[in-house]
């Protein structure tokens, strides 16, 4: 067996183990305890049985696509805010840079930080070079997973997340 094959080899029983734990719609979410760039701490508990849950995972602060996309939250918001939803974009960022990116982007919804990896990893989002791939997945009300997209157009980030949670049936939210 040649080097290139051992390779090959070697990277496939590597691989194998995520392919077979990756999340798919109808599981149930894991847990997550995020910091989120306005100062709380989010749990998908928190929203359990109140609210659809939404989270755009990104790769990296102040790169060109994870501004796009943050930006278009941030400027389109407001079609997400009119159903009854939770949105969130997170990153493996440290909690500072984070906030200095939603200050940049002038996103007026909370950016979550997870540093450790350990949920990202939960998520099944890590890349082989460590960062998150663009994934979002769509939690419903129960805790399970809805949809995951995994097919992220950046500028259209908030277009498509509105009409995709009115496609799963999430329902607009109640005026208070």
């Known amino acids: 067996m040649n080097v290139i094959t051992k390779i090959y080899l070697i990277l496939a029983m590597l691989a194998f183990p995520v392919l077979s734990s990756a999340l798919e719609v109808g599981d149930q979410a894991p847990a997550f305890s995020l910091q989120g760039t306005d100062g709380k701490t989010y749990s998908l508990e928190q929203f359990h049985n109140k609210q659809a849950v939404v989270i ?16 278009s939250l941030a400027q389109n918001g407001h079609l997400l805010k009119r159903l009854d939803v939770s949105y969130f ?32 990893k939960a998520y099944d989002v890590l890349a082989f070079y460590g960062l998150p791939n663009r994934h979002t997945f769509y939690i419903g009300k129960d805790g399970k997973i809805l949809f995951i997209d995994r097919q992220i157009n950046a500028a259209t980030s908030a277009e498509d997340m509105a009409s995709k949670l009115e496609e799963l049936g999430v329902p607009a939210r109640r005026a208070s």
């Not at 755009?56 to 930006?71: D, H, L, N, V």
């Not at 919804?109 to 997870?114: A, I, K, V």
């Open 56 to 71: 755009a995972w990104y790769p990296k602060a102040f790169t060109s696509g994870c501004t796009i996309e943050c930006k």
């Open 89 to 120: 974009m997170a990153s493996v960022d440290a909690l500072e840079t984070n906030q200095e990116f939603a200050a940049e982007t002038e996103a007026d919804f909370p950016l979550l930080s997870d540093p450790s990896k350990e949920v990202a």
